[in-house]
């Protein structure tokens, strides 16, 4: 957002499988899609770090 808010998006599950088909390691996932998160198979999180995050702040951190 404006305000540097980071919204929920949709297809979680989905967006986890292409980067892990595309050598994706490292994924930021909106901290309000937490509770989507702890529904997905382990076995499709297995070998992703995922970082939650709510502010663009926190996502900057990450990518420097």
Do not use: Q
């Not at 892990?20 to 490292?26: A, D, E, P, S, V």
């Not at 996932?29 to 709510?54: C, D, F, Q, T, Y």
């Amino acid at each position: 957002t404006l305000t540097g808010r980071v919204l929920p998006v949709g297809g979680i599950k989905e967006k986890l499988l292409a980067a892990k088909r595309n050598g994706i390691k490292t994924v930021l996932l909106p901290r309000a899609n937490e509770r989507e998160l702890k529904s997905i198979e382990p076995e499709i999180r297995k070998g992703l770090k995922i970082h939650k995050v709510a502010t663009m702040r926190e996502v900057l951190r990450h990518l420097f």
